[in-house]
């Protein structure tokens, strides 16, 4: 069972990577999402793998933290990876929008504006999604308002 916890808290093993480990595990599955889902998936099959991804990062968050005894240790990645499927949901996948759906997340997971920096503060599994979730529906929101104005 830790081996499993293991390999979905840090997206495979990614997030032991000594640098960068959260944009490494960002960038593999807008790779994964464009290259070997070269179709436009219905919302119903986004919001699932949503939902798969966001229920066992929970779980998996939670776990891991308990086997090293932090209460958010950088090796999870789930959260990013998570985080970034939010950003991308409904977005046709083309090359430019998801360099631009990457970008966007991944500064807002760094810089994490309010009210992303008080999200952080969640306890526990919840709270290690919580503000990648918060994160990635914002870079959503910012995608939408360009694509609506350009």
């Avoid at 119903?44 to 308990?66: D, H, T």
């Amino acid at each position: 069972m830790k081996i499993l916890i293991k390999i979905m808290a840090t997206f495979g093993g990614f997030g032991y990577l000594p640098l960068a480990p959260g944009s490494v595990a960002s960038s593999v599955f807008l790779l994964l999402r464009r290259f070997c889902l070269p179709y436009s998936p219905s919302i119903w099959e986004e919001i699932s793998l949503f939902l798969i991804i966001f229920f066992s990062g929970v779980w998996a968050s939670e776990q891991f933290s308990r086997l090293v005894n932090k209460s958010d240790p950088r090796q999870i990645v789930i959260d990013e990876v998570c985080g970034q499927h939010l950003s991308i949901i409904t977005l046709p996948p083309s090359t430019l929008n998801l360099i631009f759906a990457f970008i966007l997340f991944r500064g807002l997971d760094i810089i994490k504006p309010f009210p992303i920096k008080k999200i952080e503060k969640i306890r526990g599994g919840w709270g290690i999604m919580a503000d990648d979730l918060a994160a990635g529906l914002l870079a959503r929101f910012l995608l939408e308002i360009y694509r609506l104005i350009s």
